[in-house]
C-alpha cells in the first residue's frame, strides 16, 4: 500500500466532511503534505470520477458522490496499485535449482492472493464509515469490519 493511497482517503474525508471545494494548497495544509502531491492524487481520483475540479478563485476539489456508496476498493482502483506486493524476488529462473529456479512465481501468487483478499475487504470499507467513526468519539469501533 502506498502513501497515496493515505492521502487519497483523507482527502476525500475532509471533502465530504467539509462539503465544499478546497485547493491543494488547503487540503495540503489539513494531510499535511506538499500540494503537488495532493494534485497528483486527485488528478487520478478526477480520473475515475470520485472528484470534481472547479477552476477559478472559487476554484478546487470537490466530493459529491454517496458517501456510502465510494469504498477503499474504490480508491486502490483510481490510484491503481496494489496493496499487498513484492518489491523484490529471491532466486533466479536461470538457476538450476527448482527452489531458487520457483520460489519468484510461488510468492507471487500468493502476494497476489493477499492483494485480492484485501481488496475484497476494503470493498466494505465506506468513505461515510471512515468520517462517522472520526466524528462519533467511538475510537475503539473497527471500522475494518466494513459493511457487512
Keep these: 500500500m502506498t502513501s497515496e493511497f493515505t492521502i487519497a ?22 494531510v499535511c503534505t506538499h ?3 495532493i494534485r497528483k492524487v486527485m488528478a487520478r ?4 470520477g470520485l472528484v470534481k475540479t472547479k477552476e477559478g478563485i472559487d476554484g478546487g476539489y470537490s466530493f459529491d458522490l ?19 506486493s513484492a518489491t523484490w524476488r529471491s532466486g ?5 535449482c ?9 510468492m507471487d501468487e500468493i502476494y497476489g492472493g493477499l492483494d485480492h483478499l484485501c481488496r475484497e475487504r476494503l470493498s466494505h470499507i465506506t468513505i461515510e464509515q471512515i468520517d462517522r467513526k472520526i466524528f ?11 459493511k457487512e
Excluded: W, Y
Design 136 to 146: 462519533s468519539g467511538r475510537k475503539n469501533e473497527s471500522v475494518a469490519r466494513g
Design 9 to 30: 482517503v483523507h482527502a476525500l474525508v475532509f471533502l465530504n466532511h467539509k462539503k465544499e471545494s478546497k485547493s491543494s494548497e488547503e487540503l495540503a495544509k489539513n
Design 92 to 96: 533466479s529462473m536461470d538457476l538450476e
Design 35 to 37: 500540494p503537488a502531491r
Design 66 to 84: 454517496d458517501p456510502g456508496c465510494v469504498t477503499l476498493r474504490d480508491i486502490c482502483n483510481a490510484l491503481e496499485v496494489k496493496i499487498v
Design 45 to 48: 481520483l478526477k480520473k475515475a
Design 98 to 106: 527448482l527452489i531458487a529456479s520457483g520460489m519468484a512465481d510461488v
